[in-house]
T-cell receptor, first 114, second 112 residues
Framework: GESVGLHLPTLSVQEGDNSIINCAYSNSASDYFIWYKQESGKGPQFIID?????DKRQGQRVTVLLNKTVKHLSLQIAATQPGDSAVYFCAENMHSGNTGKLIFGQGTTLQVKP | DADVTQTPRNRITKTGKRIMLECSQTKGHDRMYWYRQDPGLGLRLIYYSFDVKDINKGEISDGYSVSRQAQAKFSLSLESAIPNQTALYFCATSGRDRTPQHFGDGTRLSIL
């Protein structure tokens, strides 16, 4: 079946370095993608999204890149801070009618070392 | 997201009990969702509703039921709880299609 997956379960980076979290998706019909951050004891928090008619979108300290050719999504965090430590999920929305249903990956844990 | 409120935040109960988890939102969104989160499995969709008269099954609806009492309220029930329903449960809302879903802080449910 279709699935969204993350390449690494845990990523450890030094404070101040840039972080890159990757996500592979298998559904070529997906046309909308979201990155979420989940801190311990809290629900997923929206970070940034991107539609399939774009290949890059920037937010505050974050950039999402979409490569539809190889079905790959990445989240780049600039100047990683201790507060960025969390689990990061990618999610895809299939372009199938108007369902609005998301399929989530299993998550990557980002650890920021001081 | 404080605009999506889940109650209770924690619940411990026994096998066979009926349990209701509640969700309310002040975002004015039409669409509401219930997810379950297990370690290593990410978020899985249980039920979703696109308006007050609309209820749809997600990928893991067996053993669960929902009620959409109003635009702002969406409750999840476990009719007869079993231990493998022990998990984190999240409610989410969204506006029109292809917009982000916004999540509550979850209910940690333990079934003994």
């Amino acid at each position: 079946g279709e699935s969204v997956g993350l390449h690494l379960p845990t990523l450890s980076v030094q404070e101040g370095d840039n972080s890159i979290i990757n996500c592979a998706y298998s559904n070529s019909a997906s046309d909308y993608f979201i990155w979420y951050k989940q801190e311990s004891g809290k629900g997923p928090q929206f970070i940034i999204d991107i539609r399939s008619n774009m290949d890059k979108r920037q937010g505050q300290r974050v950039t999402v890149l979409l490569n539809k050719t190889v079905k790959h999504l990445s989240l780049q965090i600039a100047a990683t801070q201790p507060g960025d430590s969390a689990v990061y999920f990618c999610a895809e929305n299939m372009h199938s009618g108007n369902t609005g249903k998301l399929i989530f990956g299993q998550g990557t844990t980002l650890q920021v070392k001081p | 997201d404080a605009d999506v409120t889940q109650t209770p935040r924690n619940r411990i109960t026994k096998t066979g009990k009926r349990i209701m988890l509640e969700c309310s939102q002040t975002k004015g969104h039409d669409r509401m969702y219930w997810y379950r989160q297990d370690p290593g499995l990410g978020l899985r969709l249980i039920y979703y509703s696109f308006d007050v008269k609309d209820i749809n099954k997600g990928e893991i609806s067996d053993g669960y039921s929902v009620s959409r009492q109003a635009q702002a309220k969406f409750s999840l029930s476990l009719e007869s709880a079993i231990p493998n329903q022990t998990a984190l449960y999240f409610c989410a809302t969204s506006g029109r299609d292809r917009t982000p879903q916004h999540f509550g802080d979850g209910t940690r449910l333990s079934i003994l």
